[in-house]
């Protein structure tokens, strides 16, 4: 008579299940820190989120220097002057024409906020300097006015303006 086979679990089962659950979590546990060293450190996220500038304490004619993604951005209180010198510029005689009334927000026109890198070849440019009072950069002489605006040298645009707003008459958020 032949033997029947009967579908009842033995130990040899168990074992097999036990010790793929093991295996499983095992492989997991080893894989965990290989996939979890590929997401970004908290200085990284920290770095793309937006700034918030006090400008209450910026006196008028200061510039203040921080960094926003890593890149030097320029805060600058202008004074009466400044603007009015700025304002009264012929865009047509610059080398990349933009009024002044585009490179600051409305209502806010003693603030100007640039990027404070040299469009010529990345070079820090000095603040208070140059032939305009603006930026002037050692290093190949680009010459920026107190708008950021490039008025002579190399350097083939303005001082570009990143993404920044008033949350209100004395703070900005930048990004």
């Avoid at 990349?96 to 490179?103: H, K, N, T, V, Y």
Wanted: glycine fraction near 10%; charge should be negative; hydrophobic fraction near 40%.
């Amino acid at each position: 008579m032949a033997e029947i086979a009967t579908a009842e679990p033995t130990r040899r089962d168990f074992l097999f299940i036990a010790t793929g659950a093991v295996g499983a979590v095992g492989v997991a546990a080893v894989a965990w820190p290989f996939i979890n060293q590929m997401n970004p450190d908290a200085q990284t996220i920290a770095a793309g989120a937006p700034v918030e500038v006090d400008l209450s304490p910026i006196a008028e004619g200061q510039i203040v220097k921080l960094f926003w993604r890593g890149k030097l951005i320029f805060v600058r209180h202008r004074t009466k002057k400044e603007i009015e010198e700025a304002e009264k510029v012929d865009v047509a005689s610059l080398p990349d024409p933009q009024p002044d009334s585009a490179r600051v927000k409305d209502g806010h026109a003693q603030w100007l906020v640039v990027y404070g890198n040299c469009t010529h070849l990345g070079c820090v440019p000095l603040g208070n300097q140059g032939a305009y009072d603006g930026w002037l950069c050692p290093c190949h002489g680009s010459v920026f006015d107190t708008s950021g605006r490039i008025r002579q040298g190399p350097a083939p645009t303005n001082l570009p303006i990143p993404p920044y707003a008033f949350l209100n008459d004395s703070k900005i958020r930048i990004g």
